[in-house]
């Protein structure tokens, strides 16, 4: 196992200062990851959009344990949105700070988020990639969720975050505003800015 992640970390090395383009490719209706929240649900914002300055819109998907993780239940944290893939090997060198990032900001209400939108083979992750992500890039303490094509549909809607690069980081503050956005990987440009909404 350790092997693995050293072969992974020597790969996302190389490939830090670039980043994988994603390819929108057709998912399986019959399984579905996400559950749509009503529109009357409290909380919801009617200028909600994935654009900077905006709050940010709800979504429920599933996590590594499959459960739902709904993104307005954690209203008055910082949650940072990770959206990958896993044959990416840039979102591999990312994965491998997450569980870092929960161990130093956790204590802050500070929640890191990797939104798997692809397998290995392009595919929707089901739960058992989610699994092994987690476990692969030793994530204990912060969700790793699988996205459909709900998710493409909020994009399409306005509603979501345009992805054209993968990953792509998105901060979100605590009253739910967003305030940051990175295609690819920068890990201490991700940590000033925390740093910036803790003051």
Not at 73 to 81: M, N, S
Not at 86 to 100: D, F, I, S
Not at 140 to 159: H, R, T
Request: glycine content about 6%.
């Amino acid at each position: 196992m350790k092997i693995i992640k050293i072969i992974i970390a020597i790969v996302s090395a190389a490939l830090l200062y670039f980043s994988c383009t994603s390819d929108v490719t057709p998912f399986d209706p019959n399984n579905p990851t996400i559950t749509v929240v009503p529109d009357g649900m409290p909380g919801n914002w009617a200028d909600c959009s994935g654009k900077l300055g905006t709050h940010a819109c709800n979504f429920v998907l599933k996590d590594q344990h499959n459960k739902d993780w709904q993104l307005y239940e954690h209203h008055g944290e910082i949650i940072v949105l990770d959206f990958s893939a896993m044959w990416c090997g840039v979102c591999m060198g990312a994965a491998l700070e997450v569980q870092h990032f929960q161990e130093i900001y956790g204590p802050e209400k500070v929640v890191w988020v990797t939104v798997l939108l692809q397998d290995f083979f392009g595919q929707l992750p089901a739960v058992a990639h989610l699994n092994e992500w987690a476990k692969v890039f030793d994530i204990e303490s912060a969700p790793v969720l699988a996205a459909d094509e709900n998710i493409y549909d909020m994009i399409l809607n306005g509603e979501g975050y345009v992805i054209n690069v993968l990953p792509t980081i998105v901060i979100i503050d605590r009253e739910m505003t967003n305030v940051y956005y990175l295609e690819g990987w920068n890990k201490n440009r991700i940590l000033d800015q925390i740093d910036k909404l803790l003051k």
